[in-house]
């Protein structure tokens, strides 16, 4: 069974730019997290999808983070702009949804804001 | 005070030690309670599950969870240098869409 899939692995970008992160999850996974951990620090979710619906965006920068899980499968999440305390590695995990939590994380994109 | 304390360590031992990890939770109705090995560079992995208090036990790792102490803890014996890795402890209300709450991990380097 293939994993949660990411890209891209690495992104350095200067303050202010816009980035985006893609995630596939585990086939047939019906939530989908992302998270953004801080060098040093646990992860911290930012927003959970069931399906394509938001279940929980309550620790997301709205005013300069948005995602989107379009068709249930895929999804993108975007930071516009950006700022140096963006700097962290952001995960996407997926769980099958039903009854069954666990989650499945990717490799995660390092995101270095200078 | 955060949710969930963990100590940072870094914490080095020399192969075959018995490692005991630690968090500890200010949250009483924490209900469910998981340990995450991320290795460097690499997105966090399931180690244990364990529901409410008591020992569970899974080759040579073992959680346990004492929910009068609010107090978690992981054991590894016979550690191996492949053991060497962050270990976090994350933990989640029911009913809360199984939103984890994980603690700053703890670095452990197992020596040869």
């Known amino acids: 069974e293939a994993g949660v899939a990411q890209s891209p692995r690495y992104k350095i970008i200067e303050k202010r730019q816009s980035v985006a992160f893609w995630c596939n999850p585990i086939?047939?996974?019906?939530?989908l997290y992302w998270y953004q951990q801080i060098l040093g620090q646990g992860p911290k979710l930012l927003i959970q999808f069931q399906n394509n619906g938001v279940v929980d965006d309550s620790q997301l920068p709205k005013d300069r983070f948005s995602a989107e899980r379009l068709k249930g499968v895929d999804s993108t999440l975007k930071i516009q702009p950006a700022k140096l305390e963006d700097s962290a590695v952001y995960l996407c995990?997926?769980?099958?949804?039903?009854?069954?939590?666990?989650?499945?994380f990717g490799p995660g994109t390092r995101l270095l804001v200078l | 005070q955060k949710e969930v304390e963990q100590d940072p360590g870094p914490l080095s031992v020399p192969e075959g030690a018995i490692v005991s990890l630690n968090c500890t939770y200010s949250?009483?109705?924490?209900?469910?309670f998981m340990w995450y090995r991320q290795y460097s560079r690499k997105g966090p992995e399931l180690l244990m599950y364990t529901y409410s208090s008591g020992n569970k036990e899974d080759g040579r790792f073992t959680a346990q969870v004492d929910k009068s102490s609010k107090y978690i803890s992981l054991f590894i014996r016979d550690s191996q240098p492949s053991d060497s890795a962050t270990y976090l402890c994350?933990?989640?209300?029911?009913?809360?869409?199984?939103?984890?709450?994980f603690g700053k991990g703890t670095l452990l380097t197992v020596n040869p």
């Open positions: 994350a933990m989640s209300l029911i009913g809360s869409n199984y939103k984890l709450t």
């Open positions: 086939s047939g996974h019906a939530t």
């Open positions: 949250n009483s109705v924490f209900q469910y």
């Open positions: 995990a997926s769980s099958p949804g039903r009854g069954k939590e666990t989650q499945y």
